[in-house]
């Protein structure tokens, strides 16, 4: 039986979720009754005011204030106007921490896994658990650290130095 990965996963240093969730699947009820189940294969770390790459590195905004928030939540916001980004909270109240879920086994592409899984603003702010209809689970096997690859973060020159932390992390094949 899998299990849901609870609050206590995500209330982390943002580093150490990111790479956890690398193995773990990804859960969606969907409106026609069907649960889509995908392990994580790839995945983006967001840490704090002070990475550039953030939306939290502009300060405390009504779009930013789910960052602010209590871990195991939902960030979802908008980008060009047309693609959902899925991100789940992490760490401590107050300190904006993040982690982007870019792929799974069977979707390439944070945009292609919110449109396919009908992930929209509906979603921000709510808890990652059954209640929302999404949720994560625990990984169905271990995962030896050597098969997860940190790079650097995707789409993102405008960070500076940040823009090469190695904040993105991979399952290899």
Do not use: C
């Amino acid at each position: 039986m899998p299990v849901l990965l609870t609050k206590a996963f995500f209330e982390r240093p943002v580093l150490e979720v990111a790479q956890g969730l690398i193995g773990a699947a990804l859960v969606r009820r969907l409106a026609d009754g069907t649960t889509f189940r995908s392990m994580l294969t790839e995945v983006e770390a967001y840490d704090g005011p002070d990475d550039l790459a953030s939306h939290a590195a502009k300060g405390r905004t009504p779009r930013t204030e789910v960052m602010f928030g209590p871990a195991g939540v939902f960030y979802v916001y908008l980008i060009y106007g047309m693609h959902w980004m899925l991100n789940v909270v992490t760490g401590e109240p107050g300190y904006p921490a993040a982690v982007l879920i870019r792929g799974t086994q069977d979707i390439s592409g944070p945009g292609r896994i919110t449109s396919r899984l009908a992930i929209d603003k509906s979603l921000n702010g709510k808890p990652a658990n059954r209640s929302s209809g999404l949720w994560f689970e625990d990984r169905a096997a271990p995962i030896d650290s050597k098969q997860i690859e940190a790079t650097p973060r995707i789409g993102i020159d405008y960070a500076g130095d940040w823009a090469q932390a190695p904040y993105r992390f991979v399952l290899r094949e």
